[in-house]
């Protein structure tokens, strides 16, 4: 079955203990993000990756790390978490938009089913 | 950053068509419009992606005038099950994609 999985899918945590949530991708995709999702903030995206060793900051980067050294897994790494990345997180993957015709297509997202973290 | 602009809400009945319109004005040549669903605590669900005029699928139609600065997602004849939050997002090459706050959208019986 052709799916995004992450773990773990809920995780209570203290400040300042280094964290990391795992995702994969089956569907051989290139390209992969992270979101996190809070009350009406909607999803912002933390970081994406092009393809492998590829990466690049999103709208809220900060106090995250990822990294891509496989296509199949772009692991989420929060070194010192804090309470304000108390938050639902969302990884997704899709394939690399076509360069074939004007403009090139955007292949849609699949989405994992995401991990709640609380940061106490 | 990549803006939309949607109602925050929208309430319907069911088996009634609804219309979710999405405003994008600064949309770039290259920029397609897509819509996503979400259900409580789960990941966002494509529904349906277009480039301009009409383009149908067997949950919904998605309109796109000649200048692109809008959009409208329609769903024909919603059900309960159709209660979520839709998101309209402008995704083009450039991979950082921004959702908006997305329109929630209640079916009533």
């Known amino acids: 079955e052709a799916q995004v999985t992450q773990n773990p899918r809920y995780l209570i945590t203290v400040t300042g203990k280094k964290l990391t949530v795992t995702c994969s991708q089956n569907?051989?995709?290139?390209?992969m993000s992270w979101y996190r999702q809070d009350p009406g903030l909607g999803l912002r995206q933390i970081y994406y990756?092009?393809?492998?060793?590829?990466?690049d900051k999103g709208d809220v980067p900060e106090g995250y790390k990822v990294s891509r050294k496989e296509k199949r897994n772009f692991p989420l790494i929060l070194e010192s978490p804090s309470p304000n990345q108390t938050s639902l997180y969302f990884c997704?993957?899709?394939?690399?938009?076509?360069?074939?015709?004007?403009?090139?297509?955007?292949?849609?997202?699949?989405f994992g089913p995401g991990t709640r973290l609380t940061v106490l | 950053l990549a803006k939309t602009t949607q109602p925050i809400s929208m309430d319907s009945y069911e088996g009634q068509e609804v219309n979710i319109t999405c405003s994008h004005n600064n949309i770039a040549t290259n920029d397609y419009i897509t819509w996503y669903q979400q259900f409580p605590s789960q990941g966002p669900r494509f529904i349906i992606q277009?480039?301009?005029t009409k383009v149908t699928n067997e949950v919904a139609s998605l309109f796109i005038p000649a200048d692109r600065k809008s959009s409208t997602l329609s769903l024909p004849r919603v059900s309960l099950s159709d209660t979520a939050v839709y998101y309209c997002l402008r995704s083009g090459s450039a991979r950082q994609l921004t959702f908006g706050s997305g329109t929630q959208l209640t079916v009533l019986p």
């Open positions: 277009g480039y301009k």
């Open positions: 990756s092009m393809n492998v060793e590829v990466t």
């Open positions: 569907m051989n995709h290139e390209y």
């Open positions: 997704a993957s899709s394939l690399k938009e076509s360069l074939l015709g004007t403009p090139p297509r955007t292949d849609t997202q699949y």
